[in-house]
């Protein structure tokens, strides 16, 4: 019986288009003898392999190691169909059905070249020698060229190139890594670069990108078009260029990241640990934020911080830029401060014609701009900007609701699309005060809803009713529900980590609107993905001027100095400014905030690292570089903990710590000592409210969790108690990660099945 032939279709779901899936089923059902075929389609692949059922039980037990790596199987249903007696193993065409099925494909986020691929890179007798578009099935653009589903070639901006007789060869060969590579190229068939100059095409090719890294090396700012949109390069160590590239970028303090030739020439520049190490080379690629050497790069690279982001080319353009020009270059957002990133040829001619000398640019379709992706190496590894490498992986939740769409907050704004147990979080956005930016915001909507096949039934947005994407949501014609911002931040936590356990959460960061109606940020909440309560938060600190106060961070100073009982003087500006800002805190115009931001900011001003700040967390930044190897000392500081009534929340009072960092700045102590005496008091005061809660399990979130410094000593005190911590790992603490919190929390009290 063993012998009889059966067939049976296989369902597979989760990232398994655009990762040389189908081939590698191909390979293994050849191998065991297996015909029938394999195909992509809007939920994933779907198999049918006939044969002897002895070896189609050996296909589904050996089909998880025969993936390919950059595949994640999340499913594999099977049922049994009546056999075709077929005579071999194909891969066949997707189906073009408009109907709608139980959710979308996974698409696959781009990949970095591959080693297979780098080697053709190098090798002159290849045929794509310094080809800057060579791909495998291994490696390449996916989601920034990627239209809709299934995952094949017409489906992308590659469907303009008709492949040449050999790139046909190879992607109909099984034999072959480029079998079914749906981004195939080669210099014969597939997209061209030019050097354009005032409008002028003055390269083409190789020459072109001879002369665009030779631009780089004279000190030139060069516009190159990158896998997911535009980014600007100027040589990383030429103080001169890198300090032009501010003034036309108008980016006056906010760090660049650097691009190196190699993980070598980065650890010239970087202290670079095992992780750190693993992660540049990854098929992600990322931006990662490390502590920096001094000496080699440009002064203004960096100002102020002691932590510098570096990477690794993540096309084969930028390699080769990094090999004929610089082995450090800056490369940075192709846009003016506050706008998207340039997607189009066009686009970038009109917006960036007063920052770059030369455009290096090519005639392949960025269909789903993608900024880089950015992580922190702290106790583990922190996403600080979830984008390009990352995007469109989907975070599996424990439980399946009818589509939501969340749609963030106001300021590093991701939006989500939760359906069918996974929520897909889009790259990240911008913040919406600029209107390209929410142009791109509906861009990304109706991306996500593409890919995902789903239409929202539900739209999840934040409490407050200024913000742009609040506005937005408010708009449209279906449900809607209305989340508080903190919640949120802890429902994103519990969510990437799959929890729907009742937590004590940690929300630090700069503002957002409390249940009460005023603003909160620095909060302790006992919350679920169904609802929250507040147990506590920091002593508010009043902001005079409203955003002012955020961009002038010596106003809070002086709140804070004024309400510790304090003189105002050590904050270095002038006695009428004091006097101003005085004067309003005794009137309604002063408004209360418990962010743990501002207070970062006030002590900041104070401590002389930050009296206004051109971008957000600045100030936060810098004092935590200007704290950087001093000790953990808390032992000067005090702290109360004040319970206005039973049941109330409890307020953490900085006061008494405001006072004594006062006075040892007035006896001649070191800033930096007294930079991280605040971490430290900060982190005591944390624990000091976690111990009143009663908490087993504590989620850190918010961006003031971006910080390695107080990430690593809250964690530290609470892990010593015995006490659980959660942390960020898929999305940011910071406002990125609101969006899955969002949609979390609708999906949840809106469930149709219980949860695993």
């Known amino acids: 019986m063993e012998s009889q032939v059966v067939r049976r279709g296989v369902r597979v779901r989760g990232v398994v288009q655009g990762v040389g899936f189908r081939p590698a089923m191909f390979r293994l059902a050849r191998s065991l003898g297996l015909v029938g075929f394999v195909r992509n ?67 696959p986020a781009d990949l970095a070249p591959c080693a297979d691929c780098l080697r053709e890179l190098a090798d002159p007798a290849d045929r794509r020698y310094r080809y800057p578009f060579n791909n495998c099935t291994a490696c390449g653009p996916r989601f920034t060229i990627v239209q809709s589903v299934p995952y094949d070639r017409p489906q992308t901006t590659m469907a303009t190139f008709v492949m040449c007789a050999a790139c046909r060869r190879e992607y109909d060969d099984p034999t072959d890594r480029r079998f ?35 631009a780089i090396a004279a000190g030139a700012i060069i516009a190159i078009k990158g ?120 686009e970038a001619f009109a917006k960036l014609g007063d920052i770059a000398d030369v455009f290096l640019v090519h005639d392949r379709e960025v269909h789903n701009r993608c900024d880089d992706s950015v992580v922190r190496r702290a106790r583990s590894t922190i996403p600080i900007r979830r984008a390009r490498g990352i995007v469109p992986a989907a975070i599996e939740l424990p439980f399946v609701a009818p589509p939501v769409l969340a749609v963030g907050a106001q300021e590093r704004v991701a939006v989500c699309l939760l359906h069918d147990g996974r929520a897909m979080v889009s790259q990240h956005l911008g913040d919406l005060d600029h209107p390209d930016t929410e142009a791109f915001f509906r861009e990304a909507i109706a991306n996500l809803v593409r890919l995902a096949d789903a239409e929202p039934v539900v739209i999840a947005h934040d409490l407050h009713p200024d913000y742009r994407a609040t506005r937005w949501a408010l708009a449209q014609q279906i449900r809607r529900v209305a989340v ?103 009137t309604p115009l002063a408004v209360p905030a418990t962010g743990a931001g501002r207070w970062f900011d006030a002590v900041a001003a104070m401590l002389g690292c930050a009296h206004e700040i051109s971008y957000d967390g600045q100030a936060a930044a810098q004092l935590e570089a200007l704290a950087d190897g001093a000790p953990d000392d ?98 940011p603490p910071n406002d990125g990660g609101i969006a899955l919190g969002q949609a979390a929390i609708a999906a949840f009290r809106n469930r149709s099945t219980p949860c695993a």
Request: glycine share 8%; net charge negative; hydrophobic share 45%.
């Open 41 to 107: 389609d809007r939920e994933g692949v779907w198999l049918e392999i006939e044969g002897a059922s002895i070896n189609l039980d050996r296909f589904l037990v050996e089909l998880p190691d025969a993936a390919p790596a950059a595949a994640r199987i999340d499913r594999v249903e099977t049922i049994d169909v009546a056999p075709r007696l077929e005579s071999e193993f194909s891969i066949a065409k997707s189906p073009t059905s408009s109907v709608r099925d139980r959710g979308a494909a996974a698409i």
């Open 180 to 214: 079914h590579a749906e981004p195939i190229a080669c210099p014969v068939c597939g997209p061209r670069v030019q050097l354009v100059e005032s409008g002028v095409v003055i390269g083409e090719g190789n020459i072109a990108m001879l002369a665009a890294a030779t």
């Open 227 to 346: 896998a997911g949109g535009f980014v600007l390069a100027a040589s990383a160590t030429d103080e001169a260029a890198v300090a032009k590239l501010r003034v036309r970028k108008h980016r006056p303090h906010k760090p660049f990241a650097v691009m190196g030739r190699s993980l070598e020439a980065l650890e010239q520049i970087a202290v670079l640990d095992d992780e750190a190490r693993a992660l540049l080379a990854s098929p992600t690629r990322p931006i990662v934020l490390v502590p920096a050497r001094p000496g080699l790069l440009a002064a203004s690279v960096h100002p102020g911080l002691t932590d510098v982001g570096v990477y690794l080319p993540p096309t084969p353009l930028q390699r080769l830029l990094l090999s004929d020009g610089p082995t450090l270059q800056v490369m940075t957002s192709g846009n003016l401060s506050e706008e998207p990133i340039a997607r189009t040829n066009e």
């Open 484 to 586: 508080q911002h903190h919640h949120a931040h802890v429902a994103a936590c519990l969510a990437e980590h799959g929890r729907v356990d009742r937590v004590v959460g940690v929300a630090f960061d700069g503002t957002g609107l409390g249940d009460d109606g005023s603003l909160w940020g620095g909060e302790i909440l006992e919350a679920d993905l169904d609802s929250a309560r507040r147990l506590g938060h920091l002593r508010a600190i009043k902001l005079v001027g409203g955003e002012a106060a955020i961009r002038q961070p010596w106003r809070l100073a002086i709140a804070a100095l004024v309400d510790a009982g304090e003189t105002a003087d050590v904050v270095g500006v002038r006695a009428a400014a004091i006097d101003r800002v005085r004067s309003v805190l005794a």
């Open 634 to 731: 808390v032992a000067p500081f005090e702290l109360d903990v004040v319970t206005a009534q039973t049941g109330a929340p409890f307020e953490l009072d900085l006061r008494p710590a405001i006072r004594e960092l006062v006075h040892a700045l007035r006896r001649g102590h070191a800033r930096e000592l007294l930079a991280a005496r605040f971490h430290a008091t900060l982190a005591a005061a944390i624990e000091r409210g976690i111990a009143i809660a009663g908490a087993r399990t504590v989620a850190l979130t918010g961006g003031c969790f971006q910080n390695r410094r107080l990430l690593r000593l809250v964690s530290h005190r609470l892990e010593t108690s015995g006490i659980e911590v959660l942390v960020h790992r898929r999305v």
